[in-house]
């Protein structure tokens, strides 16, 4: 599946932004999606993951109670609602599919070889 991302920019601290991935192909309903992100520097890290039907919805520590993973089906997309954002959210946010049975297993939701197929990402700046 292609995957694109959009929806990134500039927002100040505290502030809100949502990020949104479209996905092609009449099989995205059935994948699990994941949002990870990467700072300069530092390694591609887990943010969030949803089930192919949005029943299981899995955070980061760092991203919980400020970020809400979401996807509707029948636009193909999928969605990553950001408040309270803080500097140390900056960085390149990627969407990813999954077609790994029992990808929710384990954790292997946050492991980045989980995933099939990736988006080019969209860059979030949250500024001090």
């Known amino acids: 599946v292609q995957l694109v991302e959009s929806g990134g920019g500039l927002v100040q601290t505290g502030g809100s932004l949502r990020v949104s991935c479209e996905g092609s192909?009449?099989?995205?309903?059935?994948?699990?999606m994941g949002w990870f992100r990467q700072a300069p520097g530092k390694e591609r890290e887990f943010v969030a993951a949803i089930k192919w039907n949005g029943g299981s919805r899995y955070y980061a520590d760092s991203v919980k109670g400020r970020f809400t993973i979401s996807r509707d089906n029948a636009k193909n997309t999928v969605y990553l609602q950001m408040n309270s954002l803080k500097p140390e959210d900056t960085a390149v946010y990627y969407c990813?599919?999954?077609?790994?049975?029992?990808?929710?297993?384990?954790?292997?939701?946050?492991?980045?070889?989980?995933?099939?197929?990736w988006g080019q990402g969209t860059q979030v700046t949250v500024s001090s």
């Open positions: 990813a599919a999954s077609r790994v049975y029992g990808w929710d297993r384990n954790n292997d939701y946050a492991l980045p070889p989980t995933y099939d197929d």
């Open positions: 192909g009449r099989a995205f309903s059935s994948y699990g």
